[in-house]
């Protein structure tokens, strides 16, 4: 059973920094790319970041880059988000999915076909 | 940025009743080359992440009952639930994955009338 569980959610200041992590079990972890999505309070879904099974590549939302940085640890099944200099507007819950594997098609987009429960970053003084 | 606009932004829906939910791209999201869709729907339950329900448009993920199903290409597409369980309350999301930064539709509301 394909399992993921975020971690690291929390209250932290503005200008802060903060790390997620997603823990995956059920799978093959390396062979799947990895992404994250938010969800602000009551609103609807956003999508983060994204990295290659291998590490590489990594693809950011314009509002996260330079802020964010996405990383795994494929020996430890586990998918990274360095968050830094934190506005208030990135308070969300924010889930790790899977990336579908799907051969032929081009580029890197596909659908996300599981999803972890997510993790709450409040970001507050 | 590709954006992504679903309608309507709610509906109610009486139990064994068709719901349809519209979702309309500002760009083609159908990759010629690949004689793809690049479109998914996902459903969201209250306190709940997101779940796949279709992908490439009209591929239903294994699992999901076979009244929903998606429809569409290039720049229209529609989810239907043939016949409304009272279990299918949720919000549902269209999503592009055709081009970065990857955008997700504004989302559904749909309630038993």
């Known amino acids: 059973e394909v399992q993921l569980l975020e971690s690291g959610g929390n209250l932290v200041q503005p200008g802060g920094s903060l790390r997620l992590s997603c823990a995956a079990s059920?799978?093959?972890?390396?062979?799947?790319?990895m992404t994250w999505v938010r969800q602000a309070p009551g609103k609807g879904l956003e999508w983060v970041s994204y990295v290659g099974g291998s590490g590489s590549p990594t693809y950011y939302a314009d509002s996260m880059k330079g802020r964010f940085t996405i990383s795994r640890d494929n020996s430890k099944n586990t998918l990274y988000l360095q968050m830094n200099s934190l506005r208030a507007e990135d308070t969300a819950v924010y889930y790790c999915a899977r990336v579908m594997i799907e051969l032929g098609a081009s580029g890197w987009g596909r659908a996300f076909d599981y999803w972890g429960q997510g993790t709450l970053v409040t970001v507050s003084s | 940025d590709i954006v992504m606009t679903q309608s309507p932004d709610s509906l109610a829906v009486s139990l064994g009743e068709r719901a349809t939910i519209n979702c309309k791209s500002s760009?083609?999201?159908?990759?010629?080359?690949?004689?793809?869709?690049?479109l998914g729907w996902y459903q969201q339950k209250p306190g709940q992440p997101p779940k796949l329900l279709i992908y490439?448009?009209?591929t239903r993920k294994s699992g999901v009952p076979d009244r929903f199903s998606g429809s569409g290409s290039g720049t229209d597409f529609t989810l239907t639930i043939s016949s409304l369980q009272a279990e299918d309350v949720a919000v549902y999301f269209c999503h592009q994955y055709y081009s970065a930064p990857l955008t997700f539709g504004g989302g559904t509301k749909v309630e038993i009338k």
């Open positions: 490439w448009a009209s």
């Open positions: 760009q083609n999201v159908f990759h010629s080359s690949t004689n793809r869709n690049y």
């Open positions: 059920g799978f093959t972890f390396s062979n799947y790319a």
